[in-house]
């Protein structure tokens, strides 16, 4: 065994490379979960303890500060992390649109170099039948809903039923292949948790933040099955979110309503198969970037349709940390109080626009609570929760946001998009409760 594995000290971030390909193609398990925002972690030093095994990850791993996510809506934003591809390029934006079979996938990068894939996923705009199914040997949407414990109904499958699916997966796994395990938890999203993690409050904060602790021991769990199935010395686990929350700025509590900071900024800490100096990487990165990132790191030629760019050289320090534009956009409205926006942040400056009714549906408006065509402009080195709109007095630098937006969003793309799908009457249900379908 090579002296470099032998050693117990924990790996300087510039050896994460070596290391893993000295243990052969590493198992990748990608924890996904749904509605969370990154200020309300304990890793991203909230002041109540929401998440000791994140926080247990960030001690010996890698943790990105500032994580933008595409989109403050599932199907946009998973379309842009599953796919590596900008809103504007892989199309989606409507309700009833999905996944073409032309899309190439992160799975199905993994799938064609040898893996086995799974997906455990609980969120209804993720069905395989808007072809998120994609590259996938087995994708799962668990049965079941209620936990006894939870004291509400849950219209998607709980945590436990997530973590239960994957032992299934794991137990039955060819261990001669690696594998590929995607797992995303809806709790979160719901507010909801069993009675001994309710150690928050009462209100609608105190639910949130009881859901991501019982989240947080969902993963536990998830790793140290790992462990004891004897994987764990060869997984690489990645813990995401789709999306943040509000909880009142700019008028707003949920998502799905605009693409500003609170609603997009998202966690990411990698967890390798060995102890590694702590780092934290401080540059704002885009979560176009992480299906690379993994395709990178497991030693899988990153595909030509991809257009988020690996994060393996900030981890290990080979590229100075600056700054990546991120862009974010939301599509037709799903709720009254939501605009058709896109936005872009270059780090220091946030911009974002609402659609006008004659660049997109004439009627979209109609009826809504928002104002068509007004522009955002946030100075985030004074203001990072974004409470001035500089739009009129920073002419100058709304203009070149401005531009920055245009020239993005004017660019050609892939257009991976199915229209007019079918939804699924069970999944269709589930998501006309929550509000999502009239």
């Not at 257009?415 to 939804?423: A, D, F, L, N, P």
Request: glycine share 8%; net charge negative; charged share 20%.
């Amino acid at each position: 065994m090579p002296a470099l594995l032998t050693c117990g000290r924990a790996a300087p971030p510039a050896e994460i490379p070596e290391r893993l390909a000295a243990l052969g193609p590493p198992n990748i398990v990608l924890v996904l979960c749904d509605t969370l925002r990154a200020d309300f972690t304990s890793p991203y030093g909230f002041e109540q303890d929401t998440s000791p095994e994140l926080a247990a990850w960030a001690a010996r791993g890698a943790l990105f500060e500032r994580v933008r996510s595409q989109s403050s809506w599932t199907k946009m934003s998973m379309a842009s992390l599953l796919t590596s591809l900008w809103p504007r390029s892989h199309g989606i934006r409507e309700a009833q649109d999905g996944l073409d079979q032309s899309a190439v996938t992160l799975a199905e990068a993994l799938r064609d170099a040898g893996y086995a894939t799974y997906g455990v996923q609980t969120n209804g705009w993720l069905h395989q039948s808007f072809g998120f199914h994609q590259g996938f040997d087995r994708y799962m949407f668990p049965k079941g809903g209620g936990h006894p414990g939870l004291g509400q109904p849950s219209l998607w499958p709980h945590a436990d039923r997530v973590y239960e699916e994957a032992v299934r997966l794991l137990d039955a796994h060819d261990r001669e292949r690696p594998f590929f395990l995607y797992l995303h938890f809806m709790d979160v999203h719901e507010y909801a948790a069993p009675p001994e993690f309710k150690t928050f409050g009462t209100d609608s904060k105190g639910a949130y933040l009881a859901a991501i602790r019982w989240v947080d021991d969902a993963v536990r769990r998830v790793r140290e099955k790992l462990a004891a199935a004897g994987y764990g010395e060869r997984t690489v686990m990645v813990f995401a979110a789709d999306h943040g929350e509000t909880f009142g700025e700019h008028g707003v509590h949920g998502h799905a309503r605009n693409v500003l900071t609170p609603v997009v900024w998202v966690p990411l800490i990698f967890r390798f198969p060995f102890a590694v100096e702590p780092v934290r990487i401080a540059a704002q990165v885009p979560g176009v970037d992480l299906a690379p990132t993994l395709l990178e790191l497991a030693g899988v030629p990153i595909p030509p349709s991809f257009e988020g760019r690996s994060l393996v050289p900030l981890l290990v320090g080979a590229e100075a940390e600056a700054d990546r534009a991120t862009y974010a956009a939301l599509g037709v409205p799903l709720f009254p109080d939501a605009s058709i926006q896109s936005a872009v942040s270059d780090g220091a400056w946030t911009y974002a626009r609402n659609a006008t009714p004659d660049e997109d549906d004439p009627e979209a408006y109609e009826g809504k609570a928002v104002a068509p065509g007004a522009e955002f402009l946030f100075d985030r080195s004074v203001d990072p929760v974004e409470n001035v709109n500089l739009v009129a007095r920073e002419t100058a630098e709304a203009e070149r946001m401005r531009g920055l937006l245009d020239a993005h969003q004017t660019a050609e793309g892939a257009g991976v998009v199915e229209k007019g799908v079918r939804i699924d009457p069970g999944i269709a249900e589930r998501l006309r409760a929550m509000g999502y379908l009239r």
